[in-house]
């Protein structure tokens, strides 16, 4: 089953889209599909539908992942998953945390380029 095919399938985008919600990576979607994984990226290069059925299997897979994840850590107490949400979705790190809430920002303007001439006439001499 792990040949190379000219062609994609009839029913390659069905099939790419539910192997990839189920997880599988690229090199077993192409022996899933019964080609090399060569010749799924090139499929996935020349028939937009097939990458865009891959980017949704993607796309559910993850939500499936993440809706776990989520319900462990709001419904089922998992204080791990929580921590991790909180460190991937909204920036919490471990910490003293001190430098990022104190941070001060300065901000230097300094004038445009002067001719000599005029640099010249601002500068008083005190031996005149």
């Not at 889209?17 to 022996?31: D, F, R, S, T, V």
Request: no cysteine; net charge neutral.
């Amino acid at each position: 089953m792990t040949g190379t095919r000219k062609k994609p399938p009839a029913n390659a985008a069905q099939k790419l889209m539910e192997l990839a919600a189920q997880g599988y990576n690229m090199k077993g979607l192409a022996y899933r599909l019964g080609t090399s994984y060569d010749t799924l990226k090139k499929w996935l290069e020349l028939y937009p539908e097939l990458q865009q059925a891959l980017d949704e299997g993607r796309e559910r897979e993850h939500q499936a992942l993440f809706n776990a994840l989520f319900e462990n850590a709001t419904k089922g107490g998992n204080v791990t998953a929580a921590i991790f949400l909180l460190k991937a979705r909204h920036g919490y790190r471990e910490g003293d945390q001190s430098e990022i809430a104190n941070k001060v920002s300065i901000n230097f303007q300094l004038p445009g380029a002067l001719r000599l001439e005029d640099f010249t006439k601002g500068v008083t001499h005190e031996h005149d």
